[in-house]
């Protein structure tokens, strides 16, 4: 069973561990859009990377209503997809894309998880593995390709193909609550758990 935690801040995660799947009374809001269906799977989108994408913070991208001001907590978001990084697979050239070399170490970029089978990523030497090899996993070593959007997130971030609000920190403490905790509580009694996620980033144009 799970627990809710007393506070939950928007790039300050909460750090008790929990498990994967909430029970079906636990409260798990998801994130609604005109022409965006909720459902227990991966969402999909029409909007294409290059013409951009309305993008909502996680705790905006609750009620996505575009007809207030919201605070300027939404934008448009450019990502290219996770794929893209993973085909340019020369390590030892920094893609023309890649802000940062693909052998860059995952960990401890990326915060070490308490579930050694999906959020724990070393090779059999015991040197984390790197954020290209992360990308190539598959989805028994990455449940929900989490680590995967998060990575293509992280990227975009970087390469500024994001809002300003959508930021690399935001990406990184995200991706650490989940790896802490199973889920990223976006507000207080709202989780968000790894496929969650992986909509959030596919329909706000983060990871695509």
């Not at 909720?38 to 905006?60: D, K, N, V």
């Not at 997130?153 to 199973?182: C, E, F, M, V």
Request: aromatic share 10%.
């Amino acid at each position: 069973m799970n627990t809710t935690p007393s506070k939950a801040q928007e790039e300050a995660p909460v750090t008790t561990t929990q498990a994967e799947s909430p029970p079906p009374a636990k409260k798990r809001r998801r994130f609604l859009g005109a022409g965006v269906a909720a459902t227990s799977t991966i969402f999909t989108i029409a909007s294409q990377p290059a013409l951009g994408a309305t993008c909502f913070t996680p705790s905006r991208s609750l009620s996505r209503n575009t007809s207030i001001s919201q605070n300027g907590e939404y934008g448009q978001c450019n990502g290219v997809s996770p794929g893209n990084y993973k085909s340019q697979t020369n390590p030892a050239r920094p893609s023309y894309n890649w802000p940062i070399a693909p052998t860059t170490p995952f960990h401890p970029l990326f915060a070490v998880g308490t579930d050694a089978s999906k959020t724990r990523f070393y090779n059999s030497n015991g040197t984390s593995m790197t954020m290209l090899e992360v990308l190539s996993l598959n989805g028994t070593q990455d449940p929900s390709k989490v680590a995967f959007h998060i990575i293509g997130a992280y990227l975009n971030a970087l390469n500024g193909y994001l809002d300003s609000h959508i930021t690399a920190t935001l990406i990184q403490n995200i991706w650490k609550s989940y790896a802490l905790n199973g889920y990223y509580e976006v507000v207080p009694g709202t989780q968000w758990y790894g496929s969650d996620i992986v909509a959030y980033l596919q329909a706000n144009g983060i990871a695509p």
